[in-house]
């Protein structure tokens, strides 16, 4: 199968980018021993301060038992705590400890946010033309039914003991 130069052109810009996730989630557990989700969370409720599970799920886009899983490992480190509501029994809120502020308040910033800032100073109609390009690479790689969420990162939630 021969590649033209203009698909070369997309599969090293591609590689790039996954390249480029590697590289920060690779430096974020090297500085953190944190994973971009997991940091994403602390920061989540370092900055908006009492919320549910289901509440940081919806903020972060991520599933409620993902968020569940993250907890119970932030727990295990002392980074987090839940407490349950005093007047509704079913609402568990994560809190961080100050083991957690203080890690939150010395980790790098998540890749994410470094191109959300970036993504938004395009015209409309840039954005529109990144979102539909991406769309059709993800269709024609045959990922349009890969669940993913906005978090970029790569391997495992687990990979810190």
């Known amino acids: 199968m021969s590649t033209s130069p203009q698909s070369e052109e997309v599969l090293i810009a591609l ?3 996954i390249r480029a996730t590697d590289l920060h989630s690779k430096h974020l557990a090297k500085t953190t021993g944190l994973t971009a989700p997991q940091i ?3 920061q989540t409720i370092h900055n908006k301060g009492q919320m549910t599970v289901g509440e940081l799920a919806n903020e972060i886009s991520l599933s409620q038992a993902t ?5 119970d490992r932030l727990e295990k480190r002392e980074l987090v705590y839940r407490e349950r509501s005093c007047k509704d029994k079913r609402k568990v ?5 100050e083991t957690g502020k203080t890690t939150i308040e010395k980790a790098p910033t998540p890749l994410q946010e470094q191109f959300v800032t970036q993504f938004a100073a395009l015209k409309s109609w840039e954005q529109m033309m990144i979102i539909s390009s991406l769309q059709r690479v993800a269709h024609m790689m045959d990922a349009t039914n890969i669940d993913a969420s906005p978090v970029l990162d790569v ?3 687990d990979r810190q003991p």
């Open 67 to 71: 968020v569940t899983t993250i907890i």
């Open 93 to 97: 809120y994560a809190f961080l400890t």
């Open 40 to 42: 994403l969370l602390l």
């Open 155 to 157: 391997g495992t939630l």
């Open 15 to 17: 590689r790039r980018v």
